[in-house]
């Protein structure tokens, strides 16, 4: 059986297609491998995921420290009202009734002499207290200073010397009032029966009773002197068998805490051109021990420094 093969029409256009075919086959793609040292591009999928990876721990840590401030400004806010509203009302400290104040507590300590003082014993011990409206002053001016001196041994003139010492200003006139055991004034008579004792018994009987103690310090030492009040009988007439008594007295240098050296005879002077006295001057400077009567006031002054005696009357004014 004869088979009949497929004819096949050849054209123009034919041969031209299969000859571009010919001319220019497709490309066979051939992998290619490179070799470098050169790490491989991520690709940005790649890349976020690994920010994302290494974030994650500092993310935990800041949500961390966000959850404790929340929790600390909670309870900030519920509990630091209620503190301090405790605290406010807490009660004062309270004081034993039996306790002083600091005003009123007292220190005892010991006064060392100074080389120009004339005093026994250097132990002598006294209690300074503060300044008290029961004290009773003669004077109308305000002193340097003023305090209150309890000596804690008896009264003797060295004693009465170191009471007069504790807490001085280092210039003026300073007012002293001197008490004994139990907080008891020393009387007037008391002290001058002790400074000279001769003159205890006119004393009780021509003075009431009130007297201040001054002390008057400056670069030369430091001069004690005593205003006194006279009893309303007593006159400047009366009054001078005293100071009579007085002038004739070996003690007057029992006044004294600088050493005045030797005391000379006394001699009528004025203060200020205005107040008759009579003094006896001592051979150290500024020494001199004097006394004056103010009538109308009916006080006697005793000084033991004529500038002492002059600042003394400016306070008496």
Known sequence: MEVIKEI??????????????????????????????????????????????????????????????????????????KFIAKFMAAPAAQIPENSTSALETTETQTIEPQPDQSIASADSTQTSQPETSTSNSLLT??????????????????????????????????EVNLFKEGHIQISFSELIGTLIPTLKPQTETLFAGEYSTLVFVNSSGRWPGV??????????????????????SPNNKNFFITNPGALQPFR??????????????????????????????????????????????????
């Open 8 to 81: 096949t029409l050849r054209t123009l256009a034919g041969d031209s297609a299969a000859l571009a075919k010919n001319l220019h086959p497709a490309p066979e793609l051939i992998p290619v491998k490179f070799h470098d040292n050169k790490a491989p591009v991520q690709t940005a999928g790649a890349v976020q995921g690994q920010t994302e990876k290494k974030k994650s721990p500092a993310a935990t840590l800041a949500l961390a420290a966000v959850f404790v401030l929340i929790v600390l400004a909670a309870v900030g806010y519920f509990m630091l009202p």
């Open 141 to 174: 001016k305000e002193p340097v200073g003023k305090s209150q001196t309890t000596l804690t041994v008896p009264l003797t003139v060295e004693s009465w010397k170191v009471g007069l010492q504790d807490g001085l200003p280092a210039a003026g006139t300073s």
């Open 227 to 248: 205003v006194a009040k006279l009893k309303d009988d007593v006159t400047a007439e009366s009054i001078q068998p005293w100071f009579d008594a007085l002038e004739k």
């Open 268 to 317: 009528d002077g004025i203060i200020g051109d205005i107040y008759p006295n009579r003094f006896a001057p001592g051979t150290t400077a500024g020494a001199s021990f004097s006394y004056l009567i103010l009538p109308d006031k009916k006080l006697v002054l005793i000084g033991t420094s004529f500038e002492g005696m002059k600042d003394a009357l400016r306070l008496l004014q």
